[in-house]
């Protein structure tokens, strides 16, 4: 097996475009939350500032910061399991990680409305698709190096 990328790849980019895109607007929110309590940088919500916050607002805010910060420890595995899973599978690898796109979704939601224990939602599709994605990725590899027919 030999890599060929084909036309099919750039749903990979599309996808990997598309999380970059989502993350833009998890960190707009936190944005948003740091202007409505008047939380400056570099505060991340548990410094000087956030103490001048009733506790339910420093919920919110740290909620919604929460749910960018988990993005930002994601995005890199996420993007390049697309890119490298794509290459040997195109339609499979940008599915998933449409489905995590999707996760993602819920996930923020989740966490925004009901607090770290609403984000059980979107972690299940999240998370299988990155094990999709690994799979994926290491099945064409192991196919290329000629480890498995």
């Known amino acids: 097996m030999s890599i060929v990328i084909t036309p099919k790849y750039s749903w990979c980019v599309i996808t990997a475009v598309g999380m970059s895109f989502q993350l833009l607007l998890t960190g707009g929110a936190v944005g948003a939350a740091r202007k409505k309590y008047t939380i400056p940088y570099p505060d991340m919500g548990n410094g000087r500032f956030a103490a001048k916050l009733t506790d339910e607002e420093w919920t919110e805010f740290n ?7 988990n ?42 409305r009901v607090g770290s224990k609403g984000r059980i939602y ?28």
Do not use: C, M, W
């Open 122 to 149: 979107g972690v299940i599709p999240i998370d299988l698709s990155l094990l999709g994605l690994v799979g994926v990725t290491l099945f064409g590899a192991a196919k290329t190096l000629k480890l498995i027919k």
């Open 71 to 112: 993005y930002v420890e994601q995005i890199s595995t996420a993007q390049s399991l697309v890119l490298l899973g794509g290459l040997y599978f195109p339609e499979i690898s940008a599915t998933l990680g449409a489905i995590y796109i999707f996760g993602r979704v819920l996930y923020t939601e989740g966490y925004k």
């Open 63 to 69: 909620n919604i910061q929460r749910t960018h910060q």
